[in-house]
């Protein structure tokens, strides 16, 4: 019998379409192993670079206003697909995605993390980067992917 057992899971979202299938997946391994589902967004911080283009005084209130949105729209996307289902907390953070989803994993104590990719190639994938590439590179635990359709 195989001890391993996963009792946390840490699943990242843009709310991007192409995190939709990943989130289908995270849903359907808390139900079956039982484990609670930490739903996690991260807002990117803005660099000094172009945080230096904005008059300080709406930067702050812009600051603001994108954290208000974030919250109501982890409030609706959650609503949206996890209606009914209780073993789950929901966590919106300012930050790097990359590093906010590495240390929020460490934080909770997960035992997977589960996040959608955009499945970018070539030199899309060079320019953009890919925030789950680094996950799964730097990671300590397994790291489940999902593709977009």
Known sequence: MSKLQIKTILYATDFSESSIPA??????????????????????????????????????????????QSIKDMALFCSEHFDGFDNLECITLVG????????????????????GTHGRTGIEHVLVGSTAERVVRNSNIPVLTVRSR
């Open 96 to 115: 790097n995605p990359f590093q906010e989803i590495m240390k929020s994993a460490e934080q909770i104590g997960a035992d997977l993390i589960v996040m």
């Open 23 to 68: 989130c289908d997946h995270a849903l359907l391994l808390s139900e079956l192993t039982g484990a609670k589902l930490h739903i996690l967004h991260v807002i990117g911080e803005l660099t000094d670079q172009r945080r230096s283009m904005i008059h300080q005084e709406f930067f702050e209130t812009f600051e603001k206003e994108v954290e208000r």
